[in-house]
């Protein structure tokens, strides 16, 4: 009899602290609600990828899911071609090898871990932003002044990743981050970057 009230005793002592647990981490994860990490939600591509390495078919890329629809595929958090092989960031943008940016969307069909850009004469908002490196990344931009803005990178690695806009559009584009580092960023339209259409990512 006794031991049976003990072992109850001890299983209602685990079940509270199974429950304190859970509400500690939640409450760590709504602190980290401003930041695009959330811990383990953070998808991230193995290191080194080889972009001239098949990684799945066409079939395979076709029934795949992208982030968003209309950016390319995702395979095993890989953004990839319809060929199977992983994009390359450094291309012009918009070329077969290079992620692809959305038509027009709406803000509400991003996925929740989007970074999620305006851009308007009073510059990017936010203007920084942290990500890992390898991470999943669906970026997008949404012109809030009646204006076109084109979001890119200085750094020519990032060539490929770029988002343009139409007055009060908003799309955006999925790819890998870089290795570790400090990515600047600016509005390609004359005159925008010089009035402060500029801002950084920073890879951890
Ligand atoms: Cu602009």
């Known amino acids: 009899m006794n031991n049976k009230k003990n072992l109850l ?12 647990v859970v509400v500690v ?9 401003g930041s695009i990490q ?11 990828l080889d972009t001239e390495k098949v990684i799945a078919t066409p079939e395979e890329v076709s029934q795949a899911q992208a982030t968003v629809n209309g950016t390319s595929k995702v395979i ?3 953004v990839v071609t319809p060929a ?6 450094n291309v012009k943008p918009g070329a077969p090898e290079a992620p692809q940016q959305t038509a027009p969307i709406s803000v509400e069909a991003l996925p929740s871990d989007s970074i999620k850009l ?10 920084s932003f942290s990500v890992k490196a390898g991470q999943l990344v669906t970026l997008s931009l949404t012109s809030v002044d009646g204006m076109t803005h084109v979001f890119l990178f200085d750094n020519p690695s990032l060539a490929a990743v770029a988002i343009g806009v139409g007055p009060n559009e908003t799309r ?3 790819f890998n981050a870089p290795e570790t580092g400090e990515y600047a960023f600016h509005c390609d339209v004359p005159g925008h970057s010089a009035r402060g259409e500029k801002g950084v990512m920073t890879v951890k």
Do not use: H, Q, R
């Open 76 to 78: 095993d958090n890989v």
């Open 118 to 127: 305006t851009g308007s004469a009073s510059g990017f908002n936010p203007n």
């Open 84 to 89: 199977g092989k992983p994009v390359k960031n």
């Open 25 to 33: 981490v939640s409450i760590g994860n709504k602190k980290s609600g």
């Open 172 to 174: 955006a584009i999925t």
């Open 9 to 20: 005793i001890i299983a209602g002592v685990a079940i509270v602290a199974v429950i304190l």
């Open 38 to 48: 959330k811990g383990a939600e953070v998808k991230v591509a193995p290191a080194n």
